[in-house]
């Protein structure tokens, strides 16, 4: 066991070293169109994303596993602070996924690499822990290949 | 002849499966309305609008009324009812198997906290 202090039990945290500059990982996280690449469904993709990035802009993507239905993850941003930290709400429409949630993510700078820091609160339910930390271990996967490809 | 349960949802969920037909009931659902009136609100010919209708009156959707010379159409409800009762039986279905998982991963996570 590690001495950390142990999170609430609605609290994910994930922690990830990218070989690659905060900027671009800040950039993959909130360019539409970067944000699709990594930001996705296990075994699926997303598309059509909004990105309205600034205190109070709204964000949107959609999601799609074949053979399911799409469905719709969006949310507002509450903090915008590149390329050092992200603060924003997450909804799930038409997707089992729980309540909403809140998502902090924080980029450390260690030695040019970054480390993500993502802290995501309000998880009230036992499937929303297991939907969300399934999904991020595959998202930031996702996003380590899509930053650190030179 | 009396259709068959399941018939009948075929014919519904056919009849649905058109946005043409959806803007017909869509048009019906305000009230009730002559032919013409539902043909002029779209740039379909008269003979398609027919064959929509068709569809629609097969299926208990859409019902028609002459009155002389004016076919009078109306939305009606048994139709409807039965294919929203066997939509509303699957949201209870998924609902209940999300409960039971909910249950599940719940209980799995007490015993790792064990």
């Known amino acids: 066991m590690t001495a950390a202090p142990a999170a609430p039990r609605t609290t994910l945290r994930l922690e990830r070293r990218l070989a690659a500059s905060r900027e671009r990982v800040f950039e993959a996280w909130t ?22 990035l600034r205190t109070g802009g709204d964000w949107r993507v959609t999601m799609r596993r074949r053979p399911w239905p799409s469905y719709e993850a969006s949310g507002t941003y509450l903090e915008v602070d590149p390329p050092a930290r992200l603060v924003y709400t997450l ?3 038409r997707a089992p996924f729980g309540p909403d949630s809140l998502v902090t993510v924080e980029f450390h700078e260690i030695d040019g690499e970054t480390q ?14 297991f939907f969300h930390g399934r999904g991020w271990r595959h998202s930031l996967d996702r996003l380590r290949e899509l930053v650190e490809l030179a | ?59 208990g959707l859409v019902k028609r009324e002459k009155q002389g010379r004016v076919h009078r159409l109306h939305m009606e409800r048994e139709s409807m009812d039965e294919a929203l009762g066997w939509i509303a039986h699957w949201g209870r279905f998924w609902e ?3 409960d039971a998982l909910e249950d599940l991963l719940a209980e799995r996570e007490r015993e790792e906290r064990r």
């Open chain 2, 1 to 59: 002849m009396v259709k068959h349960l399941e018939d009948r949802l075929d014919d519904t969920f056919a009849a649905l499966a058109d946005p043409t037909r959806r803007a017909i009931l869509q048009r019906l659902a305000e009230g009730e309305a002559s032919v013409g009136e539902v043909a002029a609100r779209f740039q379909v010919s008269a003979p398609a609008i027919s064959r929509h209708l068709r569809v629609l009156e097969n299926a």
């Open chain 1, 91 to 93: 909804t799930w429409k």
């Open chain 1, 31 to 52: 360019d539409p169109e970067l944000l699709v690449r990594w930001f996705t469904p296990p075994g699926g993709s997303s598309y059509d994303p909004e990105v309205d």
């Open chain 2, 96 to 98: 209940s198997r999300l």
């Open chain 1, 116 to 129: 993500v820091v993502l802290t995501q609160e309000r998880l009230e339910t036992a499937r929303g822990r």
